[in-house]
């Protein structure tokens, strides 16, 4: 009885005893799992590093921002680290995404772990969008204005949710307080209590999802199965025991995305243009660009359409999608073409659109 209730508490072997030899090849899933938990552990150490110093009001939130780029000991280093790794860890998470889904990993009992999953995405995706508005220069300030613009085109409820998203009808004063209190308070909570929910569904299933087959004589049986295994085989699939082959592995995993992203905050510093100014509209303005695939398809079809059809279309067919047949012969092909629409537009968006949202050739 003490032993089942131990592999029901998260707090209790978070990872396994032992595992297949199998799980322990980079390629089965790229690290990126392990990459975005790692990231979100930086955002919320640099985060909390930056709310000493931010003052999350309209006259002040600007010259705090600058205060930390060019005063605070190592603030510029932090400040760009946080920036930088809130954007690596969308294209991460959207990664490991695929990753799951190309190895089947959402089926049966782990349906209910790839919604959470895509609640963490977009969690994250709302997490840097409120982010986005904190600086409040004039990129930021004019890109949640067109963002959260695309509330009105929404029939009835549409002014009422954009009044309720900016604190009134404008980006303002209150638009920022709001965005500081989801940014620093709301969504850190959610994003943590949905992790950890993410790990405990992981580990309810056995760990990492084995597709069946093996290379040589290591067959590989599903799962990573429970804990308390020495090293040896169980159903015919080699075990090692978790330390030292797993944590090296980790480790070696971690000082590579801590190098990657210390190089890029140390060379490369985070946008900061002139302080938001409500009465000057610049020549462009574009949505952040996780958000701007939506911006380009408002361009060419019906916003109605697009926000009242499309958008919940595309939501709903990734949330359920795990129920349908394995050998569904379109499952794959429209979850590609969703992905490759995405990753267009995005680039459309980024790259071929100059001022006033025209051609750039």
Same mark, same amino acid.
């Given at each position: 009885m003490k032993n089942s209730r131990q592999k029901r508490n998260i707090f209790v072997h978070a990872r396994p005893q032992t595992v297949p030899v199998a799980s322990l090849r980079f390629r089965l899933t790229w690290g990126l799992g392990? #990459? @975005? !938990? *790692?990231?979100? !552990?930086i955002q919320l150490v640099t985060g909390i590093l930056l709310n000493f110093s931010y003052e999350p009001t309209a006259q002040g939130a600007y010259a705090s921002v600058q205060h930390v780029h060019y005063d605070v000991l190592l603030g510029r280093l932090i400040r760009n680290l946080h920036h930088w790794t809130g954007h690596a860890l969308v294209i991460i998470v959207f990664l490991h995404m695929l990753r799951v889904f190309f190895s089947s990993a959402f089926r049966g009992a782990r349906h209910l772990n790839w919604v959470i999953g895509l609640s963490l995405f977009f969690l994250i995706l709302l997490a840097n969008f409120s982010g986005y508005l904190l600086p409040w220069d004039q990129r930021s300030y004019w890109a949640v204005t067109i963002a959260t613009s695309m509330l009105e085109y929404l029939p009835g409820i549409g002014p009422f949710l954009l009044e309720l998203v900016r604190g009134g009808s404008e980006v303002g004063a209150s638009t920022l307080h709001i965005f500081h209190a989801l940014h620093s308070g709301v969504l850190p909570f959610l994003l943590l209590f949905l992790m950890l929910w993410h790990f405990w569904k992981i580990r309810r299933a056995g760990g990492l999802f084995l597709e069946k087959g093996g290379d040589g004589d290591n067959k590989l049986i599903g799962t990573e199965g429970e804990t308390g295994e020495k090293v040896g085989q169980k159903d015919g699939s080699l075990r090692l025991t978790a330390r030292p082959h797993l944590f090296i592995r980790e480790k070696a995993a971690a @000082? =590579?995305? *801590? #190098? =990657?992203? $210390?190089? =890029? /905050?140390? $060379? $490369? &510093? /985070?946008?900061?243009? @002139?302080? /938001? &100014? +409500?009465?000057? %509209? +610049?020549? %462009?303005?574009? #949505? +952040?660009?996780y958000f701007i695939a939506v911006q380009e398809l408002l361009i060419h079809l019906n916003p109605i359409f697009v926000l009242l059809i499309l958008a919940p279309a595309v939501v709903f067919f990734l949330l359920f999608f795990p129920v349908l047949k394995s050998n569904n012969r379109f499952l794959r092909p429209l979850f590609i073409g969703l992905m490759a629409g995405y990753i267009i537009l995005t680039f459309t968006g980024l790259c071929l659109r100059g001022p006033g949202m025209q051609w750039i050739f």
């Open positions: 392990g #990459a @975005a !938990v *790692l990231m979100v !552990v @000082a =590579v995305v *801590l #190098a =990657v992203l $210390f190089y =890029v /905050a140390i $060379f $490369f &510093n /985070a946008h900061l243009g @002139a302080q /938001a &100014n +409500p009465g000057l %509209t +610049p020549e %462009t303005v574009k #949505a +952040p660009w």
